[in-house]
Nanobody, 120 residues
C-alpha cells in the first residue's frame, strides 16, 4: 500500500482544515488507517485511527471533539477533518496503514507527511 497525505496548510487558530490520505492498492479496505503527527523537537504522537469498515474510530484526548476521522473505501481515501484548530496542533501529519494494533508499531506503511501550521 502506498499512501499520500495532502491538505495541510497555514490556518488561524479556530479555523479548520481537512487532510486526505489517498492510498493505492487493491487491499486498502483491509487496513486500519491512522494519523500521527510530529511537532518540531517532539516525539511522534498518535492522533486518530479508523477500523477497516469505518465502524470504529479512536482519538487522542487532545483532539477528541475537534477532529473527525472518516474513510471512503470506494475511493481508497481516509480523511481527517480538523476543526477548532489550536497553535499546539502545529505539526507534520502522517497517515499510516497496518493490520496490527492502533499504534505506530502496528503500522506497516507510512505516507510522506503534510505540514499543518496554526497561527495564534
Amino acid at each position: 500500500v502506498q499512501l499520500q497525505a495532502s491538505g495541510g496548510g497555514l490556518v488561524q487558530a479556530g479555523g479548520s482544515l481537512r487532510l486526505s490520505c489517498a492510498a493505492s492498492g487493491r487491499t486498502f479496505s483491509r487496513y486500519r488507517i491512522a494519523w500521527f503527527r510530529q511537532a518540531p523537537g517532539k516525539e511522534r504522537e498518535f492522533v486518530a485511527a479508523i477500523s477497516p469498515s469505518g465502524f470504529s474510530r479512536y482519538y487522542a484526548n487532545s483532539v477528541k471533539g475537534r477532529f473527525t476521522i472518516s474513510r471512503d473505501n470506494a475511493d481508497d481515501t481516509v480523511y481527517l477533518q480538523m476543526n477548532s484548530l489550536k497553535p499546539e496542533d502545529t505539526a507534520v501529519y502522517y497517515c499510516a496503514a497496518g493490520l496490527g494494533d492502533y499504534d505506530a508499531d502496528g503500522m506497516d506503511y507510512w505516507g510522506k507527511g503534510t505540514q499543518v501550521t496554526v497561527s495564534s
